[in-house]
């Protein structure tokens, strides 16, 4: 954790002591919290949910080809998002490559001038001040982020599965997303409306 998150979760527990929660209470949460990066960060891990992930979205594009297949993958912070990707990446190296569309051939030159060349797999997340500088790169400006946006709701885009973290999991419709990847513990209505970007016949 950056010192910036770890200061907010102290303040949290504070406010949980203070409003009666004791300091055993307290103690046993962080250490919760802490096992649950750790479990949830495992190299073994990351490279099984990598491949997972990469062996259910083709098969699910094989199933038929002919159908627009968006996918999401929600992860738990920014780190564990970063990680994921850099690992479907030394699997399927071709999802890194920047295109337009997955076949620039079969579209008209109006068609392509809406598309921007982006890689199949993108993630999505805010800059943090402490990032690293690939991760920070990575996650670039606003205005790369709405161009992000725009070309994941673009069914004709290169763009097809998107990393996130807080980021489009609620109030964000795009209706050709097929499938939802979650990694991150959710519940009540963030999970409700997480679910629901998926739910519709396309």
């Known amino acids: 954790l950056s010192d910036e998150q770890a200061k907010e979760i102290q303040k949290y527990y504070d406010k949980c002591t203070e409003e009666g929660a004791n300091l055993e209470q307290v103690e046993e949460s962080k250490r919760a919290m802490s096992e649950m990066r750790r479990i949830l960060g495992h190299p073994d891990r990351i490279k099984r949910l990598a491949m997972d992930v990469v062996e259910h979205y083709d098969a699910l594009c094989a199933q038929k080809p002919e159908i627009v297949q968006k996918a999401m993958v929600v992860c738990a912070d920014r780190q564990l998002a970063y990680r994921l990707l850099q690992e479907i990446l030394t699997i399927r190296s071709d999802w890194g490559i920047p295109h337009k569309a997955e076949n620039e051939d079969v579209l008209t030159d109006e068609q392509l001038d809406k598309l921007i060349p982006l890689p199949k797999i993108n993630l999505v997340a805010t800059q943090g001040a402490n990032d690293k500088k690939p991760l920070h790169d990575l996650c670039g400006t606003k ?9 994941f709701k673009n069914n004709r885009s290169n763009f097809k599965v998107a990393i996130v973290v807080d ?36």
Do not use: C
Not at 143 to 151: M, P, S, V, W
Not at 176 to 193: E, F, N, R
């Open 167 to 202: 980021m489009w999991i609620t109030g964000f419709d795009v209706p050709s997303l097929a499938v939802m990847y979650i990694d991150k513990p959710l519940q009540k209505h963030t999970l409700i409306q997480t679910i629901s970007r998926v739910n519709r016949v396309f």
């Open 143 to 151: 205005e790369y982020r709405k161009k992000l946006d725009k070309q």
